[in-house]
T-cell receptor, first 115, second 112 residues
Framework: EAQVTQNPRYLITVTGKKLTVTCSQN?????MSWYRQDPGLGLRQIYY???????DKGDVPEGYKVSRKEKRNFPLILESPSPNQTSLYFC??????????????FGPGTRLTVT | LAKTTQPISMDSYEGQEVNITCSHN???????ITWYQQFPSQGPRFIIQ???TKVTNEVASLFIPADRKSSTLSLPRVSLSDTAVYYC?????????????FGSGTKLNVKP
């Protein structure tokens, strides 16, 4: 089954304790992306990756890191989490359609609470 | 990067046709218009995408006027299960691969 998986689905942690949220896709998509979703703010892009070893900042990259060492994986790293990073996080992967546009597939989400 | 404006919420009844309009005055030549659906605590799901005129698939239609400064998602005969947040997204073309902007979305509430 074609899917994007994220782990963990739920995480409660404390300020300053490094954490990694994993994301994996089995569709051989080149493009992957991380979003955070907060009430009233919709989805905001954190980082994206066009391919292996190619990453760039989205709209809200501060406090986050990413890496793309393999095509299927795109982990999100919080080196020193803070309470304002409490949010619902989504990973997405996309492919270029025959119409020359992208269609995104989203993971189930990771709900992170930083105390 | 083109931003979008949508109504915050809409109400409808089962069996009705629902039209949600999105404004994107600064749309660029290479931008596509895409709509996603999101249920609570789930990731967004692709509904439909278009560049100009009209696109129809098994779940929705997308109407885009000639100036492309707005678009309308049409959901025929909605049911209770269509209650969700709908996002209009501009970009996603090959020349604009770098950033996808979702906006706040429209919360559709379908009543029995």
């Amino acid at each position: 089954e074609a899917q994007v998986t994220q782990n963990p689905r739920y995480l409660i942690t404390v300020t300053g304790k490094k954490l990694t949220v994993t994301c994996s896709q089995n569709m051989n998509h080149e493009y992957m992306s991380w979003y955070r979703q907060d009430p009233g703010l919709g989805l905001r892009q954190i980082y994206y990756s066009m391919n292996v070893e190619v990453t760039d900042k989205g709209d809200v990259p501060e406090g986050y890191k990413v890496s793309r060492k393999e095509k299927r994986n795109f982990p999100l790293i919080l080196e020193s989490p803070s309470p304002n990073q409490t949010s619902l996080y989504f990973c997405a992967s996309s492919f270029l359609t025959s119409g020359d546009s992208y269609e995104q597939y989203f993971g189930p989400g990771t709900r992170l609470t930083v105390t | 990067l083109a931003k979008t404006t949508q109504p915050i919420s809409m109400d409808s009844y089962e069996g009705q046709e629902v039209n949600i309009t999105c404004s994107h005055n600064n749309i660029a030549t290479n931008d596509y218009i895409t709509w996603y659906q999101q249920f609570p605590s789930q990731g967004p799901r692709f509904i439909i995408q278009g560049y100009k005129t009209k696109v129809t698939n098994e779940v929705a239609s997308l109407f885009i006027p000639a100036d492309r400064k707005s678009s309308t998602l049409s959901l025929p005969r909605v049911s209770l299960s269509d209650t969700a947040v709908y996002y209009c997204l501009v970009g996603e073309g090959r020349a604009n691969f770098n950033k996808f902007y979702f906006g706040s979305g429209t919360k559709l509430n379908v009543k029995p």
